[in-house]
């Protein structure tokens, strides 16, 4: 397998990523916690919203980055030209823009958030996990109106100390209700791996590779065996669990840094009740195989996000 060797270009998967982390520092941060889920291989980040100098959540510094990405993450490379003048990046901001969509909620799935948590995804799994994109779904679309189906993501990265590839499946669930956010989040991951949706996806990251060197195209196709990924392939599916959170109200008039301290120790507090709705849902899960990756972000509303990159977009 093309792992084997040193000069394989999976070493420098990082090398495709596109969202930078200078930006994620400028309007995230994660609070360390010591809360784990048993039973199974889950890695949980409970990140959040930085305060800009007036004190507010900063939503719109978020937004604005994750619109300076669009072109990245709707677009291949092998779609577009490496280096752009000024009016082709215009024209292809503006295709990018066209294939978001304002989904309708339905009963069983209450996300009136859609690709707005989707891109938010990919800019925590480029930036937080320095996981590129391989596969850009956006650009798959046969009708812009459409939503994509299957994961809301396909990301991949060398592990160095395991010699192993990591594919990632994006999971985006942004709810009004942090336990309906994990519990729809598991059911699609259920569904993804019922009813054959996973090795269709698999199928798509050599069919629809994102970039157009041959060199890594080649390196990747390798590592699946007929649609399935080979021994050098490890399986994650990776969670945005965004909900929101009502402690977003009850913050005391503060200067903006004793403000983040107040904030940051009243989600400390909060961790094991979200650790324990997460571990409940666990519990009954049977497929233990799996790895997760699971991104906590609370907002002071999830409508409040959507409305700010809708914002963004026109």
Same mark, same amino acid.
């Given at each position: 397998?093309?792992?084997?060797?040193? !000069?394989?270009?999976?070493?420098?998967?990082?090398?495709?990523?596109?969202?930078?982390?200078?930006?994620?520092?400028?309007?995230?941060? =994660?609070?360390?916690? $010591?809360?784990?889920?048993?039973?199974?291989? =889950?890695?949980?980040?409970?990140?959040?919203?930085?305060?800009?100098?007036?004190?507010? &959540? !900063? %939503?719109?510094?978020?937004?604005? @980055?994750?619109?300076?990405?669009? %072109?990245?993450?709707?677009?291949? *490379?092998?779609?577009?030209?490496?280096?752009?003048?000024?009016?082709?990046?215009?024209?292809?901001?503006?295709? !990018?823009?066209?294939?978001?969509?304002?989904?309708?909620?339905?009963?069983? #799935? &209450?996300?009136?958030?859609?690709? !707005?948590?989707?891109?938010?995804? @990919?800019?925590?799994?480029?930036? /937080?996990?320095?996981?590129?994109?391989? =596969?850009? $779904?956006?650009?798959?679309?046969?009708?812009?109106?459409?939503?994509?189906?299957?994961?809301?993501? %396909?990301? *991949?990265?060398?592990?160095?100390?395991?010699?192993?590839? #990591?594919?990632?499946?994006?999971?985006?669930?942004? @709810?009004?209700?942090?336990?309906?956010?994990?519990?729809?989040?598991?059911?699609?991951?259920?569904?993804?791996?019922?009813? #054959?949706?996973?090795?269709?996806?698999?199928?798509?990251?050599?069919?629809?590779?994102?970039?157009?060197? &041959?060199?890594?195209?080649?390196? =990747?196709?390798?590592?699946?065996?007929?649609?399935?990924?080979?021994?050098?392939?490890?399986?994650?599916?990776?969670?945005?669990?965004? @909900?929101?959170?009502?402690?977003?109200?009850?913050?005391?008039?503060?200067?903006?840094?004793?403000?983040?301290?107040?904030?940051?120790?009243?989600?400390?507090?909060?961790? &094991?009740?979200?650790?324990?709705?997460?571990?409940?849902?666990?519990?009954?899960?049977?497929? $233990?195989?799996?790895?997760?990756?699971?991104?906590?972000?609370?907002?002071?509303? /999830?409508?409040?996000?959507? #409305?700010?990159?809708?914002?963004?977009?026109?």
């Amino acid at each position: 397998m093309t792992t084997d060797t040193k !000069a394989s270009p999976l070493f420098d998967l990082d090398k495709y990523l596109s969202a930078a982390r200078d930006k994620y520092d400028k309007c995230l941060d =994660v609070v360390e916690h $010591k809360e784990i889920i048993s039973g199974i291989n =889950v890695t949980t980040r409970l990140h959040h919203l930085k305060f800009n100098g007036n004190c507010q &959540p !900063a %939503i719109d510094v978020l937004t604005g @980055y994750l619109y300076g990405r669009i %072109i990245d993450y709707c677009l291949a *490379m092998k779609n577009r030209p490496a280096l752009m003048t000024s009016e082709e990046a215009a024209m292809f901001t503006k295709e !990018a823009k066209r294939l978001f969509i304002n989904p309708t909620p339905k009963p069983d #799935d &209450p996300d009136k958030t859609g690709e !707005a948590g989707e891109i938010l995804l @990919y800019f925590l799994l480029e930036t /937080v996990l320095g996981a590129p994109q391989i =596969v850009a $779904k956006m650009d798959l679309k046969t009708n812009p109106k459409l939503e994509s189906h299957g994961s809301d993501g %396909i990301h *991949m990265k060398w592990n160095e100390p395991e010699s192993m590839v #990591d594919l990632y499946f994006g999971e985006s669930k942004l @709810y009004q209700d942090v336990g309906q956010a994990m519990t729809a989040a598991l059911a699609s991951i259920r569904d993804f791996h019922d009813k #054959d949706i996973f090795q269709h996806e698999c199928k798509m990251v050599t069919k629809h590779f994102k970039y157009a060197q &041959p060199q890594i195209q080649h390196a =990747v196709a390798e590592l699946f065996d007929s649609g399935k990924p080979g021994i050098g392939v490890r399986v994650n599916h990776a969670c945005l669990i965004g @909900y929101n959170w009502a402690e977003y109200g009850k913050l005391p008039s503060l200067a903006q840094q004793k403000l983040t301290e107040d904030f940051r120790a009243r989600y400390l507090a909060d961790a &094991p009740r979200l650790h324990q709705l997460l571990q409940t849902r666990f519990d009954t899960w049977s497929k $233990k195989n799996l790895r997760f990756e699971v991104f906590f972000l609370p907002f002071p509303t /999830v409508q409040n996000f959507r #409305d700010a990159f809708n914002k963004e977009l026109t």
